[in-house]
């Protein structure tokens, strides 16, 4: 299937821990997107990473690609707990249109 | 910038009707819309992609005649689930592409999701 799959699928951390979740998938891909979803709310994207990239940060968030094993990492460093959320990668592939196909994501708990 | 909204937030029809869902990208143009369905604890589920000013291209298995999608400009995608029953109620989201050539940051790849209806059939 052309989905991320995101490991693990459940993480519970205490705040100021760091949370790192997992994505793999399939074949080559152009980009690779980060998306949050709180419950019962849209999705908040967070950060893309393109294929020729490694590595790449926005404020807490720190993304790396290694397109040779075709896995993608989040890492959340001091966590809070209003990043409590649902994690998603998403895969860009090379010849598609550019659609978005999710898995099911990471649920993370930080706790207080 | 690159906001999307989506109205109603939340709606409660009776088994029969049909519900109309907006969705609008108030500060860029999108040329491209997308329609999914999330039901509870499971991931989003493409339903179909919408293209200015053309057919919708739905995935298999969700039927185009009962749910209508139309894209009549850069900034507003409508999702009309007709004969709506208590199976349809979901999550209903989308989320919006923006033209590429526009000005703005963020790849024309990146989909900026709109909040979301809550759709609940009696």
């Known amino acids: 299937s052309q989905q991320g799959e995101e490991d693990p699928q459940a993480l519970s951390i205490q705040e100021g821990e760091n949370a790192t979740m997992n994505c793999s998938y399939k074949?080559?891909?152009?980009?690779l997107q980060w998306y949050r979803q709180n419950s019962g709310r849209g999705l908040v994207h967070l950060i893309l990473?393109?294929?020729?990239?490694r590595e790449k940060h926005s404020g807490r968030l720190r993304v790396t690609l290694d397109t040779s094993k075709k896995s993608s990492s989040l890492l959340i460093t001091a966590s809070r707990a209003a990043d409590t959320a649902s994690y998603f990668c998403?895969?860009?592939?090379?010849?598609?249109?550019?659609?978005?196909?999710f898995g099911k994501g990471t649920k993370l708990s930080v706790k207080p | 910038g690159a906001v999307v909204s989506q109205h109603p937030s939340w709606v409660i029809c009776k088994s029969g009707t049909s519900v109309k869902i907006e969705c609008r990208s108030l500060?860029?143009?999108?040329?491209?819309m997308f329609w999914y369905r999330q039901f509870p604890k499971q991931s989003l589920m493409l339903m179909a992609t919408?293209?200015?000013?053309?057919?919708?291209?739905?995935e298999q298995g969700v039927e185009k005649d009962k749910f209508l999608i139309n894209h009549a400009s850069l900034t507003l995608s409508t999702l009309t689930v007709t004969s709506a029953h208590p199976e349809d109620s979901s999550f209903y989201i989308c989320?919006?592409?923006?033209?590429?050539?526009?000005?703005?940051?963020?790849?024309?790849?990146?989909?900026?999701f709109g909040p979301g209806t809550r759709l609940t059939v009696l």
């Open positions: 989320s919006a592409r923006r033209r590429a050539g526009t000005s703005g940051r963020g790849s024309t790849d990146t989909q900026y």
């Open positions: 074949t080559s891909i152009n980009n």
């Open positions: 990473i393109r294929s020729n990239e």
């Open positions: 998403a895969p860009t592939y090379r010849g598609s249109q550019g659609n978005l196909i």
């Open positions: 500060d860029f143009q999108a040329t491209t």
């Open positions: 919408s293209n200015e000013g053309s057919k919708a291209t739905y």
